[in-house]
């Protein structure tokens, strides 16, 4: 940050260890600048690395203890101090004298005997480069943190939008919006132990399991187009009407797709989305739907989400239902290991299941959340 403007002076630092060179310093730029003074290079470094460093140093080379290169070496190594310009001003008047100070990363050299205009010359040029420096590097701090808070925002929007989408499917089915939550955490949890396995390891990044857990809410989302009357039936259905409620998956895909259309251009999280809304109800074996796809043909995100969401079906309370115990609803995942589900998933869904218990009952349905979907559904009956 710059410590001076148009307002207020400048602070130079003088550093000699000559009383009679530091006071002829001070009178020179006094009347221009705040001047510090330090008589060695440990005391140069203990005000410059304070609460108030200066703006600008000038400072000797030749001094007992820790001479000038040392100091300047010191400073400049550190990123606090390194802005600070450093002008030597030194009786080595040698051609490599100089070239080894500038290869410290002094501004300038000056060798004794000084010209006191050519002094304060070169003080006030690299004081206003400084300066320029000082409000280009202040305007680009600004600007990262405009640049953050207006991405957290639109990270904030899109979450929010997601939530709103998957919620408007969730008020017209029997399921609560904690199923929503519930399967989201499975799913990132499940993934989270899968990407140290071989076979999933170069496939599970952080970023991709976020944007897994981004966009399992939208899984169910091709529900919003099945009539009332399947959607909403409470038993079993007959075979024409599981057809119809089959084509959720295609639905949610092509909302998906026009969404992304609309925006014209490819998101992850919402690719990511359309495999899993199209493909979470294939099984590991063929025998699912919408293509009848095996093994790994079926997108690793759909495979994640068809085991999340088939043991949040068995567990929770519908108003129609009761949840199994989550020991019945375990021995039902693993009869499905390799029929139903990935085998190594449900290996690991096994290897976790204390950890997913946990989210089932952070995130279980209350009395209250069932009633009012009761509500609900009925005002979509009538």
């Given at each position: ?34 001047v510090k003074i330090a008589a060695s290079g440990e005391r140069a470094l203990a005000i410059v690395q304070s609460a108030t460093p200066p703006d600008l140093i000038l400072l000797d080379i030749m001094m007992p203890g820790m001479d000038g290169y040392e ?262 995942i693993v009869e499905g290991r390799g029929r139903h589900f990935d085998p190594d998933m449900v290996d690991a869904f096994v290897a976790i299941q204390d950890r997913i218990r946990e989210i089932s009952l952070r995130f279980i349905d209350t009395d209250n ?8 559904l009925d005002a979509f009956k009538g």
């Open positions: 940050m710059s410590h001076y403007s148009a307002t207020s002076m400048a602070t130079v630092l003088v550093v000699d260890d000559t009383p009679d060179n530091l006071s002829l310093m001070s009178e020179l730029l006094m009347d221009r600048y705040r100091v300047c070496r010191q400073l400049k190594a550190n990123a606090a101090t390194g802005h600070i310009p450093i002008i030597f001003l030194t009786a080595k008047a040698g051609e490599q004298d100089e070239e080894f100070g500038f290869s410290l990363g002094a501004a300038d050299y000056i060798t004794k005997p000084i010209s006191p205009a050519v002094v304060r010359a070169r003080v006030a040029t690299h004081l206003s480069v400084k300066a320029a420096a000082d409000f280009l590097r202040d305007q680009n701090v600004f600007l990262e943190s405009e640049v953050g808070k207006r991405t957290q925002e639109l990270a904030a929007i899109q979450d929010v939008t997601i939530m709103a989408m998957a919620s408007l499917a969730e008020t017209r089915d029997s399921d609560t919006g904690n199923h929503i939550r519930r399967t989201q955490y499975y799913v990132k949890l499940l993934a989270q132990h899968l990407s140290d396995h071989p076979r999933f390891a170069g496939q599970l990044s952080e970023q991709v399991i976020e944007t897994l857990f981004k966009s399992a809410p939208l899984h169910d989302i091709g529900k919003v187009g099945i009539p009332d009357r399947i959607l909403l039936k409470p038993g079993r259905f007959e075979t024409h009407e599981f057809e119809l409620m089959k084509t959720h998956t295609t639905l949610g895909r092509d909302a998906i797709q026009r969404a992304e259309d609309e925006l014209g251009l490819k998101v992850d999280f919402l690719s990511c989305a359309k495999e899993i809304a199209y493909g979470h109800q294939e099984k590991w074996d063929g025998s699912g739907y919408p293509l009848g796809l095996t093994g790994e043909a079926i997108p690793l995100s759909a495979r994640l989400m068809a085991l999340a969401d088939v043991y949040d079906a068995l567990i929770s309370r519908r108003v129609y239902k009761e949840g199994m115990p989550h020991e019945q609803a375990m021995r039902i959340d069932l009633q009012a979907k009761a509500v609900m």
